[in-house]
């Protein structure tokens, strides 16, 4: 078989790997307005406490029909890391957060998930092992789009410092950037889906314990929007939207997923506007598009520095 053949022939997974890579960071993008929504028929925990334990049902469906095994014993300390970093701290975290704060504002601060997520990869003992040690300017880059969002928190709050929901919000990126970061490690023996699954899967008795609680201490109002968006968290944000993500950075690679990645903070100011009528600040879309360029400037340091695949694919993994 040529060359010219085999080209022919792997294109059209590029492009099916394309679509699905940017499917997901599409479905990403709603999380944070279908929260809101959510919020508007429950309460911060209820929301938090059901999403997660209506994920983890649907996870084990998926997972039992694919006939899939117990991951070994030494991938449960990383499936635990996802379990308390994207199935209940980032969620109820961010939750917390957007009881407080706009839709808008919340987007641009975890706009910086994937630098932080890339951050604590290279931080990561083995990933230095292995050689992963970023340059300079990756570092500098990090440094630099930290600084972008935090100026922007301060000015929004009138020079008044960190609100409430920014120490959520940064909470969130924190323990989120973590289980990422974990994830992308667990990703190079476990199928991507797989990893994500049985994340959601291990958090099911504590989401369940904390639905149930919740639901007969917190008010709940069964109108539309608080059922859509509790449904679409749990079947898309915390899973569904993981395993067409996972397929196409699979197929078509980190590095070029990643780069789809960067306009999930700008599509979900988009829908601030759109589907809850948010007023944008003026700095927004100039901070967002700030961090976009410097989450470019890490990816472009990175290369060539003998990047262990651990460190890559805990950056690639950040699309909450």
């Not at 070029?256 to 759109?274: F, G, H, I, N, Y």
Request: charged residues 10%; contains cysteine; aromatic residues 8%.
């Amino acid at each position: 078989m040529s060359a010219h053949d085999s080209a022919t022939m792997l294109r059209p997974i590029a492009v099916g790997g394309t679509a699905q890579a940017a499917l997901g960071v599409f479905a990403f993008s709603f999380s944070f307005p279908a929260t809101a929504w959510a919020l508007e028929g429950f309460g911060p925990w209820t929301v938090t406490g059901l999403r997660g334990t209506f994920a983890g049902l649907l996870a084990g469906v998926c997972l039992l029909a694919a006939g899939a095994r117990v991951p070994p014993r030494s991938a449960w300390p990383g499936l635990a890391a996802v379990a308390v970093g994207c199935a209940v701290g980032f969620p109820l975290l961010s939750t917390l957060a957007l009881r407080l704060s706009s839709t808008a504002h919340s987007a641009v601060v975890i706009g910086l998930l994937p630098l932080a997520t890339a951050a604590v990869g290279a931080l990561r003992v083995g990933g230095l092992r292995a050689g992963a040690r970023p340059p300079r300017a990756f570092w500098l880059a990090a440094l630099a789009g930290a600084a972008v969002v935090l100026a922007f928190t301060v000015q929004q709050s009138g020079g008044a410092g960190l609100t409430t929901a920014d120490l959520y919000l940064f909470g969130a990126l924190l323990v989120c950037a973590f289980g990422y970061a974990e994830g992308g490690r667990l990703a190079r023996d476990l199928p991507g889906w797989q990893v994500i699954g049985w994340g959601v899967v291990a958090a099911l008795p504590v989401n369940a314990l904390t639905g149930a609680l919740a639901l007969t201490a917190e008010p709940v109002h069964g109108n539309w929007h608080g059922l859509t968006g509790l449904a679409y968290l749990a079947a898309v944000s915390q899973f569904g939207g993981f395993v067409v993500w996972y397929r196409g950075m699979a197929a078509i690679g980190v590095p070029r997923a990643s780069q789809l990645q960067l306009a999930q903070p700008l599509l979900t100011l988009c829908w601030a506007v759109l589907l809850l009528a948010e007023t944008l600040p003026a700095t927004a879309v100039p901070t967002a598009l700030a961090v976009v360029a410097c989450i470019v400037a890490t990816q472009r340091a990175g290369k060539g520095t003998g990047k262990g695949r651990g460190q890559s694919g805990g950056g690639g993994a950040s699309s909450q």
